[in-house]
């Protein structure tokens, strides 16, 4: 099994910086794509970013450019650096781990079984 938290989050000003941090352990995590997802209220939990156990990463398009996914398989820790932050931006945010191992990214949401307790971002002045 693979367990996730995330830390990092917190409240920024528009137009500011976060980096966000998904520690994993468990199973070998080496071998898992690990997706960031977000949840807004009152909108649907959308993936923002993804990064395969090869280090190939794929972002949102509504994110690309303003979304780093690193990850440090030493560590055992994802992480997802947001840039420019807007204030429709801020929600809850999720690093997840699929259910089966793959060299690439799940890309449907339901393969997602693993999850963290999630990290809120607010932006505002």
């Known amino acids: 099994q693979v367990q996730l938290v995330e830390s990092g989050g917190g409240s920024v000003q528009p137009g500011g910086s976060l980096t966000l941090s998904c520690a994993t352990s468990g199973d070998t995590v080496d071998y898992y794509g690990i997706a960031w997802f977000r949840q807004a209220p009152g909108k649907e939990r959308e993936r923002v970013a993804c990064?395969?156990?090869?280090?190939?990463?794929e972002y949102a398009e509504s994110g690309e450019g303003r979304f780093i996914i690193t990850r440090d398989n030493v560590k055992n820790t994802v992480y997802l650096q947001k840039d420019s932050l807007k204030p429709d931006e801020a929600a809850v945010y999720y690093c997840?781990?699929?259910?089966?191992?793959?060299?690439?990214?799940?890309?449907?949401?339901?393969?997602?079984?693993?999850w963290g307790q999630g990290s809120q971002i607010t932006v505002s002045e």
């Open positions: 990064i395969s156990s090869r280090g190939n990463t």
């Open positions: 997840a781990a699929p259910r089966l191992m793959a060299p690439f990214c799940w890309k449907i949401q339901a393969e997602y079984t693993r």
